[in-house]
């Protein structure tokens, strides 16, 4: 069984600096998917950015990038430019090549203080 | 308009009652899934359907019972409600095929069982 561990609870970060969330997993597949999806208060799930295991390059989407170390098992999340509205709880999720079972870490809390 | 919607958005309610939530997406999407937010905001999949047919069944009480009746909705009931099964229930959907596809989270549903 595939597990996603997401080792910070919780952290802060001024208003327009960068901050580095971590994921780690642990699979036997070879190809798979790993996602980051956000939580703000509203509760409403919100992809951020995915990436394919398959693919070497980092995925980015605006102010949101990885760094996805394959070999590691290991899928970050940078928040560049940081901004009030990225405050929000933040989970690493995983899914099998032929699987449609997304299996989420514990999630990270983010603040971002002005 | 709505992608993903839910009803109710809150539901309290007494132990051993029965009580259902009702899912719909507009998106045309074949696959739908349920899960549940614990109050520690672990996110885990309950069930899956793909074109009214049930495709992932974790390992989830008898109690939860869901149903396909088209493949635009997919509902959940439960009966006899513990104090165990106060969560946030999320209903999501997705194109079916490759994992990568996107899972359309809807707004979630607060039960809270007193």
């Known amino acids: 069984a595939q597990t996603v561990t997401q080792s910070q609870p919780e952290m802060s970060v001024q208003e327009a600096e960068t901050v580095t969330l971590s994921c780690t997993y642990d699979t036997s597949e070879s190809n798979y998917y790993l996602f980051w999806y956000k939580q703000p208060p509203s509760r409403q799930m919100i992809l951020v950015i995915r990436?394919?295991?398959?693919?070497?390059q980092n995925a980015t989407e605006n102010r949101f990038s990885v760094n996805f170390q394959k070999a590691a098992k290991s899928f970050s999340l940078k928040i560049s430019d940081s901004q009030l509205g990225d405050t929000a709880m933040y989970f690493c999720a995983f899914i099998g090549a032929a699987g449609n079972k997304l299996t989420f870490g514990g999630g990270t809390r983010v603040l971002v203080k002005p | 308009d709505t992608a993903v919607s839910q009803t109710p958005k809150y539901l309290v309610t007494q132990m051993g009652n029965d009580k259902s939530i009702k899912c719909e997406q507009n998106?045309?999407?074949?696959?739908m899934y349920w899960y549940k937010q614990d109050s520690k905001k672990f996110l885990k999949i309950m069930f899956s359907?793909?074109?009214?047919?049930?495709?992932i069944n974790e390992t989830v009480p008898n109690r939860f019972s869901p149903k396909s009746p088209d493949k635009a909705h997919l509902n959940l009931h439960i009966n006899s409600l513990e104090l165990g099964d106060s969560a946030v229930y999320f209903c999501?959907?997705?194109?079916?095929?490759?994992?990568?596809?996107?899972?359309?989270f809807g707004p979630g549903t607060r039960l809270t069982v007193l």
């Open positions: 990436q394919e295991a398959y693919k070497q």
């Open positions: 359907y793909n074109n009214k047919e049930l495709i």
């Open positions: 998106l045309g999407h074949d696959t």
């Open positions: 999501a959907s997705s194109p079916w095929g490759p994992s990568y596809n996107e899972q359309f």
